[in-house]
């Protein structure tokens, strides 16, 4: 891990890979989408950190082998002080009906994206990273101690051209509209550009190629072409009997496209709770922040669903901790 500045929290950064489409649902939306993705204020698609603190809640409970009552964890159990579920409740939180014994130890944050594949006709896809996607990452960056990856992102956020191409110049057909590109000198950043591909390489074979095919557009642009990059999906409900639509079984859904760059961070609140100390799980927050990396294989890249849509192949992401 990168030497953290006295300012900083105690946190670790986390890298997320889309392995398949995400669908993070917003609900019923009286536009041509029925069932669009969340978004934030600037019109960008993000994952709520609800979806991803129970994606991880439910991973850390099936690796403990915890037991699940109506779809809850089981954090406490008559006549067992400390059942399996109990590190997850600590790490995360209790479940409804565990009572008020204290938040989770750890806070997780939403996921951002800061890279989209998106159609190029004459280089097959592009990575698009808008100016405000990327400046968000590099805060967090900064937030959490990583200064060398907050310096790198806020270099590249900070293009003075409207479209830049990282590594290549000319013009590239987003889509198949023409979009002429300035290119930014990466210099010293160029080994953590190397550095970053080969990292997210690991999880995606097609995140590897970032360094090569990234393009940094100003939000005026970038919002317009990520739009265009949601997958909308028309999906019908038939008669079984008859293999006919039924009546109003029409829908469309709205999907983040796989190979989606994301950032995160899990953060130490400094607290503990109920289940952290009668356990003796760990004593302190800290602790239970790189015992929780341990035990739920995150070093490793740890594979989870979220959002919806899980029981038609949607929804797997890869996190990986950036060291």
Known sequence: MSSKPSNSLVGIPLFGVALTHLHPGAGRSPGVVDLPVVKDSLGYPLVPASSVKGALKTRCARAEQAEFR??????TKKGENCPKGS???CLFGGE?????KGSGVLSVLDLTPVAFPVASADKGFVYVA?????????????????????NFF??????????????????????TSPVKLDTIKVD?????????????GDIHPLASSIKE??????????SKIVDRALLRIT????????????????????????????VSAVIATGYTNEFCEKCNHCSDAKSCLYKAVNRLGLDQGLPVFVGGKETVGKGLIVFKPLH
């Not at 409804?96 to 008020?100: K, L």
């Not at 806020?154 to 889509?175: D, E, I, K, M, W």
């Open 96 to 100: 409804v009906g565990d009572g008020a």
């Open 188 to 200: 010293g950043d160029a080994s953590f550009l190397d550095r970053l591909s080969k990292f997210l």
């Open 235 to 262: 999906r019908v409900r038939l008669d079984r009997n008859t293999k006919t639509v039924v009546r109003g079984g029409v829908w469309t859904e709205e999907y983040i496209p796989q190979a989606t760059v994301f």
């Open 213 to 222: 095919r990234l393009v940094i557009l100003d939000d005026s642009i970038a």
């Open 154 to 175: 806020t270099h590249l956020s900070q293009s003075p051209y409207t479209a830049t191409g990282v590594g290549f110049t000319g013009s590239v057909y987003l889509f």
């Open 130 to 150: 808008p100016k405000s996607l990327l400046a968000r990452a590099a805060a967090l960056m900064a937030a959490v101690g990583s200064s060398d990856y907050a």
């Open 70 to 75: 109506q779809g809850t964890i089981s954090c």
């Open 87 to 89: 590190f997850c409740c």
